[in-house]
C-alpha cells in the first residue's frame, strides 16, 4: 500500500514570496492532516479536513496561510506571503476516519530567506 | 503553554538494554496517547498507542504505560537495538486515534550505543 505522498520535498523561498505545497494522503482515508514542525519542536495541527470539509483551523494563521482539499482526495497547502518564521517541515498526514491512527507523510522542508 | 511534555531531549542507552522515554501532559481532556518514532529526513511512524481507559499496552519489544493520576505515560523498549536509535514523539488527542488532532511534545533523540 502506497504511502502519503507529499511534494516538494525541499523549497527555498525569498521573505514576501508566496509558496503552495501538496499532498495526496492514502487511498482510501477520509481525514487529512497538515501540521508544521518548527525545529526543536514537535508538530503542530494547522488544519485538519473531513472529506472535503474543514473539521478544525482553529490554530492555522488565516491571514497567510490557506487550504483547500478539493474533491476530498488531495491537499494543497499555501503561504502568502512568506515570513521568516514560516521556516519549519511541512507535514501531511491522513487516517480512515476519525477515530483511526494518523500515518505521516515525509513532510515538504520550507526555508525562508 | 505545552500541554504535553517530553523533558529529556535525548536519552543514550546501551545495546541488549531497557529504553525508557517519558512523558507528561496537562490537559485532562486527553483520552488517548500515542507514541510516534521519527528517523531522519522522514516522517514520523506510528510505535504504539492506549487508550486513557487502559495503563498497559504491549507490542512485541514496545510498551507504553499510562498513569492517569499523575498525568504521565512512559515507553518502554525491551531489549534495545541499533536500529531504534531515532527521535520518539510522544502524542495525545481528546478523541480515540487521534479525532481532534494530535498535540505533540518536543521529542526526545534516543541514542543505542553497541
Known amino acids: 500500500e502506497a504511502g502519503v505522498a507529499q511534494s516538494p520535498r525541499y523549497k527555498i523561498i525569498e521573505k514576501r514570496q508566496s509558496v503552495a505545497f501538496w499532498c495526496n494522503p492514502i487511498?482510501?482515508?477520509?481525514?487529512l492532516y497538515w501540521y508544521q514542525q518548527i525545529l526543536g519542536q514537535g508538530p503542530k495541527l494547522l488544519i485538519q479536513?473531513?472529506?472535503?470539509?474543514?473539521?478544525?483551523d482553529s490554530q492555522l494563521p488565516k491571514d497567510r496561510f490557506s487550504a483547500e482539499r478539493l474533491k476530498g482526495v488531495d491537499s494543497t497547502l499555501k503561504i502568502q506571503p512568506a515570513k521568516l518564521e514560516d521556516s519549519a517541515v511541512y507535514l501531511c498526514?491522513?487516517?480512515?476516519?476519525?477515530?483511526?491512527?494518523?500515518?505521516f507523510g515525509p513532510g515538504t522542508r520550507l526555508t525562508v530567506l | 503553554d505545552q500541554q504535553v511534555k517530553q523533558n529529556s531531549p535525548s536519552l543514550s542507552v546501551q545495546e541488549g538494554r531497557i529504553s525508557i522515554l517519558n512523558c507528561d501532559y496537562t490537559?485532562?481532556?486527553?483520552?488517548?496517547f500515542l507514541w510516534y518514532k521519527k528517523y531522519p529526513a522522514e516522517g514520523p511512524t506510528f510505535l504504539i498507542s492506549?487508550?486513557?481507559?487502559?495503563d498497559k499496552n504491549e507490542d512485541g519489544r514496545f510498551t507504553v504505560f499510562l498513569n492517569k493520576s499523575a498525568k504521565h505515560l512512559s515507553l518502554h523498549i525491551v531489549p534495545s537495538q541499533p536500529g531504534d536509535s531515532a527521535v520518539y514523539f510522544c502524542?495525545?488527542?481528546?478523541?480515540?486515534?487521534?479525532?481532534?488532532?494530535?498535540?505533540f511534545g518536543k521529542g526526545t533523540h534516543l541514542i543505542i550505543q553497541p
Open positions: 492506549i487508550s486513557s481507559i487502559k
Open positions: 502524542a495525545a488527542s481528546r478523541g480515540a486515534g487521534g479525532a481532534d488532532g494530535l498535540t
Open positions: 479536513f473531513q472529506n472535503n470539509g474543514v473539521v478544525d
Open positions: 487511498s482510501g482515508h477520509a481525514t
Open positions: 490537559n485532562s481532556m486527553f483520552d488517548y
Open positions: 498526514a491522513s487516517s480512515l476516519g476519525l477515530v483511526d491512527t494518523q500515518y
